[in-house]
């Protein structure tokens, strides 16, 4: 069973638990951590059921309670270990929309109970679908040595200040930042260290300095969001998305990275695919400004890198422009990702002195545009090439570069999807990739790499055209 985690109140009718044994008292027990009553539906009853009755925390209630015992409960446990009971009560529970546990028996259950660590208002419920009690029970050693015994005391204080610091700090980041602060901060070290006159006077000062502070700058920070693998990602972008009130993300973001993200963010795609719908620029930009100008911290994640090929550089102005403060984190660049999943150096002592990273589009235009690019002065060899969005126009660069007098037997190697779980690399030849394009058989996206490194040895799989040709060819 799946299932999703909820906290119960027993405000209203007391729980029950139909049954009197040793399991009905371990279940009576677990639910008087929070029920101020247990109501107990049986014959009879073990001793620890008679003494907690006796201290007026169990009730003893007639056995093989009826649909007017049933109703209205927060929750029924039938501990009865006989099966024609529990099933009964089980089918009666569920016909009533009353949520209801039989131990040790999935089938008559509605819901599951967690394993508990308890720590007063601050509870921490682990369930495992019960697949594996023993993980969950291993869980919650861990939690309880790894949980400070007085974060009660802690969740208790910041209660306390709920309403005093709402009526002070203005709402929206400004005041979430304080409570970051109260948490991470002296006060929370005080309750915790049992200090209490000092947090108080900590926190007291605290509130005095938000509620005189100005309003909250907003800013934008730019991220590097990577090729796709969410551990290429930097700690000062993960550190970004998880401070974030709201994240503009492109299309090339891998659904990995996203899940780091704060989850009281406000997640925007902006798309950005070749021919798809996305957002216009100016639209970006404009969001991004009204957003950092009420306040807030915008997160702006580009993959790889912001500042290679995504519009990073107008989005910077835009944003001077508009008076907000940046911050721009780096990322990893695909033509780098795939370099290092392929094992292979973009510059090499022997065969490569420069990289260079080119568009295989033109500003706005379909076709390739190197005229900005002397590609006959790098023909010589000792350089390599990384292109990007060039899938579509890979064979119009490779005749392009031949033109220019670069070696018809170059190596090159495509990259599709880097880092991701579904990367694919195809290798061949200048000449081939100019005469016959369509063979890579390439989707987007995915980087090229053109130079004499291409020719290294490779890690992993590669596909090689050639070879593929020729066993076409024989077995054809
Ligand atoms: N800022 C990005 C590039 C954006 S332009 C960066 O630094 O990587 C989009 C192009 O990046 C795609 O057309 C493709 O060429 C390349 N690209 C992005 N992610 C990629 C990936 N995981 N694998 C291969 N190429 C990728």
């Given at each position: 069973?799946?299932?999703?985690?909820?906290?119960?109140?027993?405000?209203?009718?007391?729980?029950?638990?139909?049954?009197?044994?040793?399991?009905a008292a371990i279940k009576a027990r677990l639910l008087l951590k929070r029920a101020p009553v247990v109501d107990i539906a049986a014959a009879d009853m073990v001793a620890e059921l008679k003494s907690l009755a006796e201290a007026g925390l169990v009730v003893l209630l007639p056995p093989r309670p009826g649909i007017d015992q049933l109703r209205g409960r927060p929750l029924v446990i039938s501990a009865t270990e006989d099966a024609e009971e529990d099933t009964r009560v089980s089918a009666m529970a569920r016909a009533l929309g009353v949520p209801v546990?039989?131990?040790?028996?999935?089938?008559?259950?509605?819901?599951?109970?967690?394993?508990?660590?308890?720590?007063?208002?601050?509870?921490?419920?682990?369930?495992?679908?019960?697949?594996?009690?023993v993980l969950a029970q291993r869980l919650r050693a861990w939690l309880e040595r790894e949980l400070h015994p007085r974060l009660d005391s802690l969740a208790k204080f910041a209660a306390e200040y709920r309403a005093p610091v709402a009526s002070r700090v203005p709402a929206g980041p400004t005041r979430r930042r304080f409570w970051e602060r109260v948490f991470d901060g002296k006060p929370a070290k005080a309750v915790l260290a049992g200090n209490e006159?000092?947090?108080?006077?900590?926190?007291?000062?605290?509130?005095?300095?938000?509620?005189?502070?100005?309003?909250?700058?907003?800013?934008?920070?730019l991220v590097g969001g990577g090729p796709g693998d969410p551990d290429l990602l930097t700690m000062k972008a993960v550190r970004a998305l998880k401070a974030a009130d709201v994240i503009f993300y492109d299309r090339l973001v891998g659904a990995g990275v996203l899940e780091l993200a704060r989850r009281e963010a406000v997640m925007i795609s902006v798309g950005k695919a070749k021919g798809e719908h996305s957002v216009p620029q100016e639209k970006i930009n404009a969001?991004?400004?009204?957003?950092?100008?009420?306040?807030?911290?915008?997160?702006?994640?580009?993959?790889?890198?912001?500042?290679?090929?995504?519009?990073?550089?107008?989005?910077?102005?835009?944003?001077?422009?508009?008076?907000?403060?940046?911050?721009?984190?780096?990322?990893?660049?695909?033509?780098?990702?795939?370099?290092?999943?392929?094992?292979?150096?973009?510059?090499?002592?022997?065969?490569?002195?420069?990289?260079?990273?080119?568009?295989?589009?033109?500003?706005?235009?379909?076709?390739?545009?190197?005229?900005?690019?002397?590609?006959?002065?790098?023909?010589?060899?000792?350089?390599?090439?990384?292109?990007y969005m060039g899938v579509t126009t890979a064979g119009d660069v490779a005749r392009k570069l031949l033109d220019a007098g670069w070696k018809a037997t170059l190596p090159v190697i495509a990259v599709e999807n880097a880092s991701r779980d579904n990367e694919r690399r195809?290798?061949?030849?200048?000449?081939?990739?100019?005469?016959?394009?369509?063979e890579l058989g390439l989707t987007s996206p995915a980087v090229l790499i053109f130079g004499e490194v291409a020719g290294l040895a490779a890690a992993g799989v590669v596909e090689d055209i050639l070879s593929l040709r020729e066993v076409r060819r024989v077995y054809a």
């Open positions: 069973m799946r299932s999703f985690p909820i906290f119960v109140s027993f405000e209203g009718k007391p729980p029950l638990v139909v049954g009197g044994s040793e399991l546990n039989v131990p040790d028996q999935p089938d008559l259950c509605s819901f599951a109970l967690p394993a508990i660590v308890d720590r007063g208002d601050v509870m921490v419920a682990i369930g495992t679908s019960a697949a594996a009690p006159p000092e947090a108080h006077r900590l926190i007291g000062e605290a509130i005095e300095e938000a509620a005189l502070a100005l309003p909250q700058e907003g800013r934008v920070l969001l991004m400004i009204e957003r950092a100008q009420a306040g807030e911290t915008v997160v702006r994640l580009k993959g790889g890198d912001p500042l290679i090929f995504g519009r990073g550089g107008e989005e910077l102005d835009a944003l001077r422009a508009a008076g907000i403060a940046v911050e721009i984190i780096p990322g990893i660049t695909a033509g780098l990702a795939a370099a290092a999943s392929l094992q292979i150096p973009l510059t090499h002592r022997d065969v490569s002195h420069t990289v260079t990273f080119v568009s295989g589009h033109g500003l706005g235009g379909t076709e390739p545009d190197f005229d900005h690019l002397d590609l006959a002065a790098l023909a010589g060899g000792q350089n390599t090439l990384l292109v195809i290798s061949t030849t200048l000449t081939e990739l100019a005469e016959h394009p369509e």
